[in-house]
Structure formats: C-alpha cells, structure tokens
C-alpha cells in the first residue's frame, strides 16, 4: 500500500486518501521529504508498506532518464532512514493500529 509519493517528471505529490488523517504535520514532513528528493535526484519516491506494515522507500526512474542520480538517491535513502528513524517508526506503527487494525500489546 502506497503511503506517499513524488515524482519530478509532472511535479506531483500524492498522498492515499486512508491517511488524510495524519496530523497535518506529519503529511506537510512527508512532503517535504518526498519532493526535496525529487528535486535533488530526479525520478520518482515512494513510500510503501510491504504486507508485515513495514514502510519502504522506493526509487527509481523512467528508461532513459540520463539525469537521474541512482548513487545519489541510494544515499539519501539511507540517510533519510538514519534521520528520520522514529518518525517511520511512528508511521509504521499509526498504519498497523490505525490502517490494519491490529492490537499492539502495551497500547
């Protein structure tokens, strides 16, 4: 399920209508983080729940996108995740109560 993306080939931001939600904050960060990426490597972003609620980052670019910088997006991944830990944590958690509906022990 897709969370959120951004791609600079139409410079559009989408947000999935189940997580209108999220305190205004958190989507305005989202897109923030989504559309500075974008706009520093190129290609597209999302980020995606695999079926155990985990969250990914996705990356990638149309064929023959000779701008695109996969180095460049392979990095700012991994320090988006060292960054912003707890805030995917946080979101991970909000879609397995709030989207999936599952009962989380201690809550």
Do not use: H, W
Not at 22 to 44: R, Y
Not at 45 to 65: A, K, M, Q, R, S
């Amino acid at each position: 399920m897709v969370l959120c993306g951004s791609n600079s080939y139409n410079q559009k931001y989408y947000l999935d209508k189940q997580f209108e939600k999220l305190p205004t904050k958190v989507k305005e960060e989202l897109k923030i983080m989504c559309v500075l990426f974008t706009e520093e490597v190129g290609g597209t972003i999302t980020f995606e729940y695999d079926e155990d609620g985990e969250l990914e980052i996705l990356t990638g670019c149309d064929e023959g996108d000779l701008l695109y910088d996969e180095i460049g997006a392979g990095l700012l991944v991994k320090k988006l995740r060292n960054e912003r830990q707890e805030f995917f944590e946080a979101l991970e958690l909000y879609y397995k109560v709030f989207i999936n509906g599952e009962a989380i022990d201690g809550i």
